[in-house]
């Protein structure tokens, strides 16, 4: 099985994370005392069209920080995800999770691929949440819940950013040397992030960016990527 670069480099705690000061807004909220307060906690981790960018990977450690164990973390693929599936959801919901305060995490990946009945279904969900649950959805999508109402509003959003270049650049490097990477002479990490180089690569996308790496190394001649 072969394991992509961006996975074995896939932020797991909040340090780990670039680019992106949504992060300690994040942080601040799993710290606040009101939380799980009579009812449970649906959070939106967003952009606009910006892939690659940690929403993921920070819902995951988010759930880790709210106190619940991996085995009480479930994502889901809103790709494949029925109205049936979601009836189970909502029986899966009311038993508990395992560790200290028994709280159970349901992550929605990529949320803007729920059908119509589906987002219905999850408006209910949502307005029903057992005090111990926490839903997290992801989406690339700022209009995925126009046609139902008051689904947006059920939620409580956090907007991620396209992170800067240079910390991207920074990243890359820090990777790079850790795998033993040969960095040709004249290779600029920041020109190959901007996506200088062609245009097979993806700009800011950091997993993306990551995963291409030792391909550009490699391939890289000396033009192409210029200093920016």
Known sequence: MIVMLSERFRPKN???????PVIDEIREACGNPWLFDGCGERWLFESDGIAGCGKTSAAFVAARALGCSDFAIERIDSRACTVADLR??????RFYGFGGNARKCYII???????????RMLLGLLENLPSHVI???TTTSTTWADDVDGLYSRWRRFRFRKPAAPEVADLL???AREVSLTIPAGFRFISYVQGKCGPELSGNN????IDQLPDALRRYKGCGIRAA
């Open 14 to 20: 909040w340090d780990d994370f670039v680019g992106q």
């Open 88 to 93: 189970e959801l909502a029986t899966s919901m």
């Open 109 to 119: 990946d990529e949320i803007q691929h729920l059908n119509k009945d589906c987002l």
């Open 135 to 137: 839903v997290i959805g």
């Open 173 to 175: 490097e820090r990777i």
């Open 206 to 209: 950091i997993r993306d960016c």
